[in-house]
């Protein structure tokens, strides 16, 4: 793309939950009341080899590499630590398809979370091609713009340790809002996850998504057998 910006059509935070169709599986496609331009942050600049680095780290337990060895029958699920917390009200419930979220009270920060099936991906690239894909469904774009722009610089949590996501940070100028998009497919299971961060533009959205990682654990996946 010529351009340092493009089309976002997904931000969980301002969202209207609605769902498209990936080859028969609901995906969410969070439109945040029509199509917005999002700069992306300095963050989020093109990278040699979006592999790399998450596939090396031997601090990530489910890189993107690791995911090929994942039981198949096992599933991944996000848990839920706000329930009956008084610092976070719902914002949207749970749609039907794997789509709900959360506002922090006191920010005005609003948490959104998908999990679903993605057998309708090209999982022939592996976790991380397969993970930029949903990513881009996200920003209603192709792959081709939003991959340039991803970075492995986020990360899930799980009882086993981190899990490797790809992310896409920016500013949506015109709501004056920051974001943080972040999504996970995990070939092997067919299902992926996806998170997002919307905060007032004076928040440092990167900051103010560790803190919420580290209490109350609100990017925290479990992957696993059923049941």
Known sequence: MTSASFRVGALVVTALLTTTTLAG??????LAGG???????ASATPTADPDTDAQADPDVAISFAAGADLDPSWSAQWGDPFLGSTDFSVYAADDGNGAWSYQENATGCILGYWQGRVDGLDT?????DASDQLLAIQFDADVAEVAPYAADDITFASLSGPIAARS???????????YIVAARAFAA???GLVATLDCPEAIDVYTQWASL???PGAYTAVVGPLG
């Open 25 to 30: 599986c609901s995906v969410v496609d969070l």
């Open 35 to 41: 199509k917005k331009t999002a700069s992306p942050s």
């Open 124 to 128: 022939s690239g592996g976790d991380s």
């Open 168 to 178: 896409v940070a920016g500013a949506d100028s015109e709501n004056g809002l920051t």
């Open 189 to 191: 299971l067919g299902a």
């Open 213 to 215: 990682q580290a209490d």
